[in-house]
Structure formats: structure tokens, C-alpha cells
């Protein structure tokens, strides 16, 4: 039995499965991965600070102009639509073959394709507020916003506060509510399905720990940590497993 075939197997004979993905699910929607080399290179080469340092909660209240630039040009594609693995995950949903999909991504593409139980780990860019009165504002009013020396800083129309997006910035704990949702799936799971992460970024690759079922699944070009517990690891792009798994799935 190939591999494809195995997740596929895996997948029927489970009753509680959920996927947890990481950047690599995006990355074939175009968007790229700002934690890779060349991400970690351009970063420095063109704004003068790592990635960890320019979104970081400290950077953001210290320098919100040169924040706001490198989070519009690097964490925001206004033309990512969803991929294979986008689209089969939330075709898997209703066939109530997929419990829920825990994500570190905040560009929304889940959604976009029709998944609902989404827990995103690290906040959406969808969702920005006002850091003063806590007015929600559509991605649009970010995107759109009036110019300012050397980048672009969004002001609420209400009370004059800087509008933030709802993405969890270094040196910012995680949602606690979106945790604890989180863990409870990972938990419940007798398969979990690992796409498109090196299960490097922490505090949200830790949550494996809490998955007590009896297969655990890795799809990622590269290795992790975790590939020595895994029933089946995968070495190949998450959308094209997932859209091969799909068709063994649906017999074609």
C-alpha cells in the first residue's frame, strides 16, 4: 500500500480527525513564508531588522510606521485565493471525515474555502481593531489607510487610536479561549493529520504534545521533531497529498 493510499485509509477507518497546518498550507496560494531563509534574508536586507523583531509588540508601539509597512508588504496577499489543500480540507468537513482545522496561518484562506471549525492559533489579518476602543474595522480600512512617513498607520475613525491587526505578535501570549478550543480537538483526535509546519514555531507546536491518539500523520517537504512517533510521514506538498488523498477517497 503507497502512501496516499495509507492517509486514506487512515482517514476512513478514524471517527475524530483533525488537521493542524502551519505556513507550508499557504505557501502554494503564493504567500510567502517570512520564517524561510530567503523571508529571514529579505527582511533584513530591505526594512534593517529580523522578522521577529519588526512584529513584535515592542516594534509595533516603538515604530508602527515601519510596522505597518512590512506587515502590508509581506503578511497581506490581496489575490491569495485557496489551494488543493484548502479546498479538500473543507470538502472533507461535511462528509464528516474532519473534525477541525487548527491553523497557525492568519490569512484566512480556511474560510475562504468553506472550512468551518477553524481555530486560528496566531489571530486573522481579517479582524483588525482599535487598540483604544476595540472598534472592528474590515482588512480594507488597513490596506487603505493614509500615508505616513515611511510606511502606513491606520487611525480609528472614532477615537483617533492606532488600528491594529488581530494577529498575535511576538511578545504577545496566544488567545487563551482559541488555545484551550485547540487542545480539546488535538485531544479528542485518534488521527491527527501535521501539514506544511517543521513543528519549530512555539508556543504553538507544543500542543501536539497533547494529542493521545494512535495515528499521528506528517506531511512537510522537510523533517520535524516528530517524524519518529509518526504512523506516516510524507515528504511532498500538502495540496498535492491532500488532492491525490481526495481521489482515492472519491475513487476516481
Known amino acids: 500500500m503507497n502512501k496516499i493510499n495509507k492517509l486514506a485509509s487512515l482517514m476512513k477507518q478514524s471517527k475524530y480527525t ?6 507550508g498550507v499557504s505557501t502554494e496560494s503564493g504567500i510567502p513564508d517570512f520564517r524561510s531563509e530567503s523571508g529571514l ?34 503578511l497581506i496577499a490581496r489575490g491569495a485565493r485557496p489551494n488543493a489543500a484548502h479546498r479538500a480540507l473543507a470538502e472533507l468537513e461535511p462528509r464528516g471525515l474532519l473534525r477541525a482545522v487548527v491553523t497557525q496561518n492568519i490569512d ?4 475562504m474555502a ?33 500615508n505616513c512617513e515611511g510606511g502606513v498607520v491606520p487611525v480609528c475613525k472614532k477615537c483617533g487610536g492606532t488600528v491594529r491587526p488581530d494577529v498575535v505578535l511576538y511578545g504577545e501570549n496566544l488567545d487563551g479561549e482559541v488555545v484551550s478550543a ?7 483526535a485518534d488521527l ?16 501536539l504534545r497533547y494529542f493521545r491518539g494512535g495515528a499521528l500523520v506528517l506531511i512537510n517537504k522537510t ?11 510524507v515528504r511532498d506538498a500538502i495540496g498535492k497529498t491532500l488532492d491525490q488523498m481526495m481521489e482515492v477517497l472519491d475513487g476516481r
Open 18 to 23: 483533525v488537521f493542524f497546518g502551519g505556513a
Open 41 to 74: 534574508y529579505a527582511a533584513k536586507e530591505v526594512y534593517g531588522y529580523p522578522p521577529e523583531e519588526l512584529l513584535s509588540r515592542g516594534f509595533f508601539e516603538r515604530e508602527p510606521a515601519l510596522f505597518f509597512r512590512y506587515y502590508k508588504e509581506n
Open 108 to 111: 484566512g484562506l480556511h474560510q
Open 114 to 146: 468553506g472550512s468551518k471549525n477553524v481555530l486560528e492559533l496566531h489571530g486573522s489579518n481579517h479582524r483588525p481593531y482599535c487598540v483604544l476602543c476595540r472598534t472592528k474595522y474590515p482588512l480594507e480600512y488597513i490596506l487603505d489607510s493614509g
Open 182 to 188: 485547540a487542545t480539546e480537538e488535538i485531544t479528542s
Open 192 to 207: 491527527l493529520i501535521v501539514g506544511g509546519t517543521s513543528l519549530s514555531v512555539y508556543p504553538a507546536a507544543g500542543l
Open 223 to 233: 523533517e520535524t521533531p516528530y517524524d519518529g512517533g509518526a504512523r506516516l510521514v
